[in-house]
């Protein structure tokens, strides 16, 4: 009878050579894996609650450029990192202290797209939000650069037209499209990320654009985020419940309490509102459908095949 290690690394090597992503990719290879990279991202939430929507965030903005292959956690000049709709992302130092504790336990067998992947179900799952079982086994790319960026990236201030092509280029649909926002149930966002949505009148005094913002959201908005405010200040994407993930985010849509233009469009569109009302009177509608829509995300581009790697080290590609 062949030893279990030896097992494992047949195993291994033909799913790497297959390429699939699997559930339970490393159940052979590094059994403890998604324990290693829950409990990381567990004691980490516990100590900075901001942890949660940093690492959705960060996954969101790997997937879109060069797919989920960990390309945004490469440091250096010039490298996605650079571009500055990337300088407000967190989470970096979670996604190295999970990568440490897996090249202790499991040297070499663990992509760090697989680790961000899973950080970022994680969190959610911690927040309140449906557990989704993933399948793993992502090689981690070997390319980041900033001219990468801009053209898969969404900005706050996209048409729904816009945000639809960038969508469908991933291979996500209109229904993927409002389903992932709703992970702006948790986090927050710098005064600048909506600063569009306010003007400044000859007196100084700043209104908004849209006038069917709700105006107490609007007067809290300015009052928290006044002209020249400071840049570290932040605010909540959905105060009520900012750390819960929820349905709220829906609700606040209804009540034209959406953070970025690119959230109240769901609602102001005729083609996403009914959908934006079913998630905000059925929770489990929407859990059910994060469930199908972050499984999409989670497998853009994808490298296998030979492609990739796994890296030693999150933040730089092997030598
Ligand atoms: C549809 C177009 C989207 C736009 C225009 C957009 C834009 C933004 C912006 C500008 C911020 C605030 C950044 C800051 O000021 O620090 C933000 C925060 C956030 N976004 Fe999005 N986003 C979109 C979709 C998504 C998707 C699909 C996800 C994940 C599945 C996501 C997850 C998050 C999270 C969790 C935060 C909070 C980050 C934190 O707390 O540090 N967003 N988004």
Known sequence: MLPLMAIAVIWFSL?????????GFYSLS????????RNTVRSAASSD??????LLRLLFHDCFVEGCDASILIQGNGTEQSDPANRSLGGFSVINSAKRVLEIFCPGIVSCADILALAARDAVELTGGPAVQIPTGRRDGRI???????PNIVDTGFTMDEMIRIFSSKGLSLEDLVVLSGAHTIGSAHCSSFSDRFRQDSTGKLTPIDTSLDRSFAKELIDRCPVA????????????T??????QYFRNLIAHRGLFQSDSVLFSDSRTRR???DFANDQESFFASWTQSFMKLTSIGVKGDGKGEIRQSCSAVNI
Not at 15 to 23: D, I, M, N, P, Y
Not at 144 to 150: A, H, K, L, P, T
Request: net charge negative; hydrophobic share 35%.
């Open 15 to 23: 799913a790497s050579a297959s390429a699939q992503l699997a559930v």
């Open 30 to 37: 590094c059994p403890g894996a998604e324990f290693m990279v």
């Open 49 to 54: 609650p901001s942890v949660p929507g940093k």
């Open 144 to 150: 980041s650069s900033i001219s990468n960026v801009r």
């Open 229 to 240: 405010a400071n840049p570290s200040i932040t605010v909540s994407n959905d105060p009520q």
């Open 242 to 247: 900012s750390s819960s993930f929820d349905n």
């Open 275 to 277: 959908l934006v009302e």
